[in-house]
């Protein structure tokens, strides 16, 4: 069975769609590869606030590994977060990351 790919995707500064992520997954891992195009200064971030909730406003953390990046790049999280997203510091190129959660079909 082919896992599910979410495409996340930002063209010029500015946050991405959000993906949440299955927090009922065992063992919880994520990889992440993002492609870039054009000119473009991009970090993935993650949240653990619960982003289906309206009335929260999610506190975003950078990914330690994907911060401040210019080119194509990957890694994951091995550890639980409730929902992840691009964040185009600065350019007009674009960052598109696809996520691949495990266990996911």
């Not at 063209?11 to 990889?31: E, Q, R, Y």
């Not at 210019?70 to 929902?83: C, E, I, L, Q, R």
Request: glycine letters at 10%; aromatic letters at 6%.
């Amino acid at each position: 069975t082919a896992m599910r790919r979410i495409v996340l995707s930002k063209t010029g500064a500015g946050s991405s769609a959000i993906s949440p992520m299955n927090l009922n997954s065992t063992p919880f891992n994520v990889g992440i590869g993002v492609v870039v195009s054009g000119t473009v200064n991009y970090t993935i971030q993650h949240t653990f606030d619960d982003v289906q909730n309206a009335a929260v406003t999610p506190v975003w953390f950078s990914n330690s590994s994907l911060t401040g990046l210019a080119a194509n790049a990957d890694g994951n999280y091995a550890f639980p977060v409730s929902a992840i997203k691009v964040l185009v510091n600065s350019g007009s190129g674009t960052a598109t990351a696809t996520i691949i959660q495990a266990g996911i079909a």
